[in-house]
Structures are given as structure tokens and as C-alpha cells.
């Protein structure tokens, strides 16, 4: 099993990034997928997490409006989640994680149940 997240950078604030995180080594479909984010010097917390449909989908209140989660589940064996970061402010700078778990959380702790966690890619926003 195996989660890579891609897709971070360096950029301004106003501007957009989408992360893309993919699943693969079992079928994820019926697992939640989401998105924490750690800065230095804090604790990791969680950003947004998507159910099997569209029907689950929780963000955390300091991206509402601003980032948009999404998931491909096309292909029994790569399950692909996107985070899309629109209007990124210099307090997004993190480093962005993937997680998946068998339970759809609404605001999950990083200490909850997640079955696999990808490697982490950075974002940086500078003001």
C-alpha cells in the first residue's frame, strides 16, 4: 500500500495550488479519504475528508470556501483524492498529508484511526 501526495510548491498569496494524493496497493473505495496539514512548530491538523461520494465532505473552518476536496475513484486499484486551494494566505504554509481510514470523520484529530498516511508535500505561501 502506498500514498504519494504531489503537487505542493512556492507561491503567493491570492494564488492556487491543487494537491493530488494517490491511493493505491488495495481498493479505497469505501474508505474515507482526507487531507491534514502540519506547520512548524503545530501540531498536525485536519483539512478537509471526502466519504466514497460527494455526500461526505467536511472541511475544516479556516479553508471553507477557499478549498474544494474531490476524489477519482475510476480505477478498482488507484484511488486519487485532489485538494484544491484557491485565495492561499501565508497561515496555509504547511506541510499537506494525506490519510485514509475505514470511518468518515467530520473533523478528525491526526491521533484518530488512519489506516495509511502519505509522505507529505510542502506548500509554502509568501505574503
Known amino acids: 500500500v502506498q500514498l504519494q501526495a504531489f503537487g505542493g510548491g512556492l507561491v503567493q498569496a491570492g494564488d492556487s495550488l491543487r494537491l493530488s494524493c494517490a491511493a493505491s496497493g488495495r481498493n479505497f473505495i469505501n474508505y474515507g479519504m482526507y487531507w491534514f496539514r502540519q506547520a512548524p512548530g503545530k501540531e498536525r491538523e485536519f483539512v478537509a475528508g471526502?466519504?466514497?461520494?460527494?455526500?461526505?465532505?467536511?472541511?475544516?473552518d479556516s479553508v471553507k470556501g477557499r478549498f474544494t476536496i474531490s476524489r477519482d475513484n475510476a480505477k478498482n486499484t488507484v484511488n486519487i483524492v485532489y485538494l484544491q486551494m484557491n485565495s492561499l494566505r501565508p497561515e496555509d504554509t504547511a506541510v499537506y498529508y494525506c490519510?485514509?481510514?475505514?470511518?468518515?470523520?467530520?473533523?478528525?484529530?491526526?491521533?484518530?484511526?488512519?489506516?495509511?498516511w502519505g509522505q507529505g508535500t510542502e506548500v509554502t505561501v509568501s505574503s
Open positions: 490519510a485514509v481510514s475505514r470511518n468518515v470523520y467530520s473533523s478528525p484529530k491526526a491521533t484518530y484511526d488512519f489506516a495509511y
Open positions: 471526502i466519504g466514497r461520494t460527494t455526500s461526505f465532505i467536511y472541511y475544516a
